[in-house]
């Protein structure tokens, strides 16, 4: 059984005044603009500053080494001619990603986050690989050798990219060597290749889907999500006139098998609560000039493991409960959070400046609030499993212009079980911005 104690005072909840404000913001674009552009903005910043993007379109940019925050604060999300690159996060650093979208074709990944002792968050993204046959992204999101990586209502979408053998998709995620959760997610894999005719070759069948999710030697959790494999791929039409059609170098292929949701290798651990694990459809096969139909490619397996045995995935068996909060909350005003559950659940919030990653097995969840943490009750889920909050936001202290506070929620049911919810990165900005 997991207890919280209530507090009476939402005030308390973000602890405001019990650790070191962050401290500058810079302002790219719209109404009281520092910098022409993200890039420039993070060369003047330091560890703790919020970088606030009011242009609707900038470039991509890289955050290396730097404990910041970089929040879209445009109507919509803030739209990306380039990808993202997050390196080099010290330990007891966040470095944080809200409100943006990506889909332009590059090569490689649209989002690459390595090497960090530090944490990632990523929140209200999008990285979508552009639709197309001859798309070069490899993966929606790269992230290698991280220490804590999270995802929140992010949606990550791979591509494909040209070989001398055909297109091959990239992953939806690509995680190796990083403990990772994706809480509220939806991870599509990249679809496989048209069959093809290599010179000199025989005819090929259409290249396989690729996951949703690709997992190795790394711990990565799912709560509320959705991954599905890529489309397998067209086969190809060929025969020779009729009414022969048919010859031993000459014919339709078979289309490509559908991806898997989830591919892990050796060493790869997946955690799933409540979440949709769904194959990709196989591709149409190729047809002759006679009409005559290769086979459809299968569809895709929701989980596939290589060189790890089946422990290496394992179902969570509860509900998954949701939190819902925004990026950014102005002084004096109130945040509106969302908690979604069971009717008659329990709703606590915890609040902490720091991040972590911890499984925690009673909780069936991998909590993202560094311990100890602020634990406060906030009430019950009513029918219609959704309680709204309004929370107060006061003032900062003096000549402090933000700070900020890692969420998270906890429900706990009738029967007096914790479950370990969906979590957000609130940024607290003085009215003035």
Known sequence: MFYLRRSACLAIVLGLGASPAWAGVWVVGGAQSTHADVTSA?????????????????????????????????????????PVEIKNVSAGGTAALAHFACSTDVSGALFYVHDNAGSVRVQDCQFLSPLGPFVNVTSGARCENNADVAFVRTELRGGSYFTLFGTVGGPGARVSNSSAAFYDCNLLGGNGSSGYWPSGGFPQSGGGGRPGLYGANSTIFLSGSTSTGGTGGQGLSAGLPPPQCFSPYVYPTMGGPGGPAIELWSGGLAR????????????????????????????????????????????????????????????????????????????????????????????????LVQSPFRRNFLGL???????????????????????????????????????????????LLDPSY
């Open 42 to 82: 993070l060369a003047s910043s330091v560890d703790g500053d919020v970088i606030l993007v009011r242009d609707p379109a900038v470039a991509g940019f890289v955050i290396d080494g730097k404990s910041v925050s970089v929040v879209g604060d445009a109507p919509a999300l803030v739209q990306l001619s380039s």
């Open 272 to 367: 799933v609560r409540d979440s949709a694990l769904v194959g990709g459809t196989g591709g149409v096969g190729g047809v002759d000039p006679c009409n005559n139909a290769a086979g459809d490619g299968a569809s895709g397996p929701s989980y596939v493991s290589y060189l790890g045995a089946p422990p290496n995935y394992t179902a969570i068996p509860s509900a998954a409960r949701r939190l819902v909060a925004p990026a950014l909350a102005r002084v004096s005003m109130a945040a509106p959070l969302s908690f979604y559950g069971i009717p008659g659940d329990r709703v606590y919030l915890l609040s902490k400046a720091n991040a972590a990653h911890n499984w925690h097995a009673s909780l069936g969840a991998t909590l």
């Open 381 to 427: 889920v009513p029918i219609g499993g959704r309680l709204d909050v309004l929370l107060p936001i006061p003032a900062l202290p003096a000549g402090v212009l933000e700070d900020h506070r890692h969420l998270q929620c906890v429900l706990v049911d009738a029967g007096g079980v914790g479950h370990g919810g969906s979590n957000a990165l609130l940024t």
